[in-house]
């Protein structure tokens, strides 16, 4: 019984450790935006994300009242969840996680794609239902497709104030990848 107590409890030092390290801090200063297509359930809207520097991470607002604001960190994560704001999840992954076949807190990477003169790396979640597009450069989601059964949804970035970052349309996402 002691063994399996100390175990869990080294496990969750480990765990704590592993959270406390440096993150990567996504490049942003303060006042910028993303703006977002939105489609689920066959029905379209816009979302736009503001995000506000606050101590050592950052706050991400919403442009619909429906999702409050989220303190997030460094990395643009939580410790708990992904960004809950339109359900977009993983906004960001730092650009020394873009290699094929790595495998990162937002899936696995499983390919680079070009679009518009433009690098993406695509990401799978480990449920194999979403795919994630994010600029190589900048490591900011310019697109998402998931299959959530009954419903299908995406995303495309389709303005941005982030330097650097370019709207990469990516063709056919009203389309069900199940169906290319």
């Known amino acids: 019984m002691r063994s ?11 765990l704590g450790c592993q959270w406390l390290q440096e993150k990567p801090r996504a490049p942003l200063q303060g006042g910028e935006t993303l703006v977002y297509a939105l489609r689920k359930d ?15 991470g950052f706050i991400v607002k919403a442009s619909s009242s429906g999702y409050p604001p989220q303190r997030l960190g460094p990395d643009l994560r939580d410790p708990f969840r992904s960004v809950g704001a339109f359900e977009l999840g993983v906004l960001w992954l730092p650009v ?9 807190f937002a899936g696995q990477v499983v390919r680079h794609a070009t ?11 480990p449920s194999g239902l979403v795919d994630r597009y994010f600029d190589r ?4 989601l310019v697109a998402l497709q998931s299959i959530r059964f009954p419903a299908f949804r995406y995303a495309q970035l389709t303005s941005t104030t982030i330097p650097g970052l370019q709207v990469t349309v990516v063709p056919d996402l ?3 990848p199940r169906t290319r």
């Open 115 to 125: 679009y518009d003169g433009r690098t993406l790396t695509v990401v799978r979640e």
């Open 96 to 104: 020394d996680q873009h290699d094929v076949g790595r495998s990162t």
């Open 137 to 140: 450069e900048t490591g900011f």
């Open 174 to 176: 009203e389309r069900s």
């Open 4 to 14: 399996v107590v100390g175990a869990l409890a080294a496990s969750f030092a480990l």
């Open 42 to 56: 066959n029905v379209g809207s816009r979302g736009t994300l503001t995000f506000e520097v606050k101590d050592r």
